[in-house]
């Protein structure tokens, strides 16, 4: 049997292979009549990523004891949210990045105006597909685009967007930061699993409160590991001592708990969302895999 790490490494190259290609016929389906713009939306869509969303949302199709398939244009649709919001997270008027992926980011490589409409245009799509969304019945597409857009609108992404934005230079206590955690990169975190889990139709309530709770944990754990991960960085990069960032203007989790703190912290996060499984059996050990892969992750 393969470990974990390694199971989750083949679960997610697999993911990569089969998503982008779907990806890719999705985007080519229907095409803009400006080449620009579809060369942009091609460029941040196609470029790279680690599929950790759509991994998760085959993953929580699986361990509803579903055939993966149905979930894949789902997965589509969540990480095609997600690319416009990093479009979108790195223009001029937000975070202001040259660089994504080891590359310039898609206003640099375009220009801004492209970039404000290729991530428009992504969020779209990712409706579009859902509602064609094949295998799947109408009640259950509409579900889901009603998850996906409390998920990655004012109620989810966007609202805690905002609330980053508005907590740049301010002190944030552990529980201020959560909430925009959760609201930032968690609700997508979450929507991904609950699409996943939603191919089985009727998904169980309690199952689905399950695989919640394992998304919830997940999503904050993700954003602890990306904190840890910013600071070693820092220190590989420049040289600077270990936590030389705590005194960043954006505040992070080594900042408030200290590295140590936030290290246990990870663990406490891993294991709340792993107990959340038990009683889902193998089909589940993809989304155990992932969990762990998260909080090893150097990338
Ligand atoms: C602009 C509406 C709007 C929302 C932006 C999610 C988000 C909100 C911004 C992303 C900024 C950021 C770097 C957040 C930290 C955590 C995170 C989401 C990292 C990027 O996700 P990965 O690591 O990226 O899954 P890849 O490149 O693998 O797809």
Known sequence: MQDTPTLALTFLEGCQAQVDTELERLLSDSPA??????????YSLLGGGKRIR?????????????????????????????AYSLVHDDLPAMDD????????TVHIA???????????????????????????????RLRMVSELARASGQAGMVG??????????KSLTIDALETMHRHKTGALIEASVRLGAMTADPASADQLERLTDYARALGLAFQVQDDLLD??????????????????????????LGIDGARAHLTTLLHR???????????ADPLRAIANYIVVRSH
Not at 33 to 42: F, G, I, N, V, Y
């Open 273 to 283: 969302a792993l107990e959340q499984l038990d009683g889902f059996g193998a089909d």
């Open 110 to 140: 375009f220009d801004e105006a492209t970039a404000i409409l290729a991530g428009d245009a992504l969020q779209t799509c990712a409706f579009g597909w859902l509602a064609e969304a094949p295998g799947l019945s109408d009640a259950t």
């Open 54 to 82: 759509p991994a998760l949302c085959l993953a929580a199709a699986q361990a509803m004891g579903q055939d993966a398939g149905k979930a894949l244009v789902p997965a589509c649709a969540v990480e095609a949210i997600h």
């Open 33 to 42: 009549p400006s080449l620009r713009l579809q060369e942009a939306m091609s």
């Open 97 to 104: 990045d040259d660089l994504r992926r080891g590359r310039a």
């Open 160 to 169: 805690g967007q905002a609330i980053d934005l508005a907590s740049v230079g």
């Open 231 to 256: 600071i070693e960085g820092d220190t590989e990069i420049i040289g600077k001592p270990q936590g030389s960032d705590l005194a960043r203007d954006k505040p992070t989790y080594p900042a408030l």
